[in-house]
């Protein structure tokens, strides 16, 4: 009789485990967040006019174009100098597939060679809710002037892309913040910004911030915005098909006017039709 009671809830009992098992195996991992672009982390500053092979002498060129481009530069050194390691190495994520890691958290490891030495990444993706995740960056060299596990940057984006927000170090001998990064994209207006604020106090650049921003809009559809303080700021505006384009900045030219220069980035005393 015991028999008889028992064998029948042995075997449901071994039925529903199968049945448990089998719906756990079929589980499907979950995709990974699609990387958000490039353009999200590195602030364009190659796309500025430039003279290029025009073979005019320098001083015809020591006016609006001049001080725009210069202002540029400076940026365009300090970035070179302490962003350009991470930033590759981000890139090359593009190029690898995702590990699912559980806990809806994903890695992209791989590694890079820039500069005669090579790095290797570890990009961390972590769901945080349906409307955004975070990345972050590791990086590890080896050798004599080598470090590990290095958090290089890390971020908060939206799973639209709309939005990112960067929080990116200086470098493996000095961790402290360097840089804060803002982007913002709006798919249907073809619009985009991304700025760059400079948190580290020992930079020369502390707490100013380059912007760059593109806006079909506008004839001049491409804009720099360069703070150094708050009574300090230029602003640059060009048009991304004729190179003519326009600066504006109040300490260095004394009022509050635009100055402009054209396609052959000469001065011209108004905008070219």
Not at 31 to 52: H, N, R, T, Y
Not at 103 to 131: F, H, K, M
Not at 148 to 175: E, V
């Amino acid at each position: 009789m015991t028999k008889k009671i028992f064998r029948p809830v042995s075997y449901l009992l071994i039925l529903a485990m199968g049945l448990a098992m089998t719906f756990t195996s079929c589980e499907k991992t979950p995709d990974a967040m699609d990387l958000p672009p490039k353009e999200s982390l590195s602030i364009a500053l190659d796309v500025f006019p430039s003279d290029g092979s025009n073979q005019k002498s320098a001083d015809a060129f020591a006016g609006n174009w001049l001080y725009s481009a210069g202002n540029v530069l400076v940026w365009n050194v300090v970035l070179a100098a302490n962003v350009a390691i991470p930033v590759f190495a981000y890139a090359e994520a593009f190029n690898n597939t995702p590990v699912y890691l559980g806990d809806d958290t994903w890695e992209w490891a791989y590694s890079v060679t820039t500069g005669g030495a090579t790095y290797v990444a570890s990009l961390i993706g972590e769901r945080e809710n349906n409307e955004e995740f975070t990345m972050k960056m590791y990086l590890t060299k080896s050798g004599v002037e080598g470090f590990d596990s290095f958090l290089w940057f890390s971020g908060l984006i939206r799973y639209d892309h709309t939005a990112a927000n960067w929080n990116m170090n200086l470098n493996p001998s000095d961790p402290d913040p360097f840089m804060d990064i803002a982007y913002h994209k709006d798919f249907e207006a073809g619009t985009a910004d991304i700025r760059y604020t400079c948190v580290d106090a020992m930079n020369d650049l502390y707490e100013g911030f380059i912007e760059y921003g593109v806006d079909p809009e506008f004839d001049y559809d491409a804009y720099y915005t360069i703070s150094r303080s708050v009574d300090d700021v230029t602003y640059i505006e060009w048009n991304t098909i004729s190179a003519a384009g326009r600066v504006a900045d109040e300490l260095h030219f004394g009022d509050d006017l635009w100055h402009y220069w054209d396609a052959t980035l000469l001065d011209v005393a108004y905008p070219v039709e």
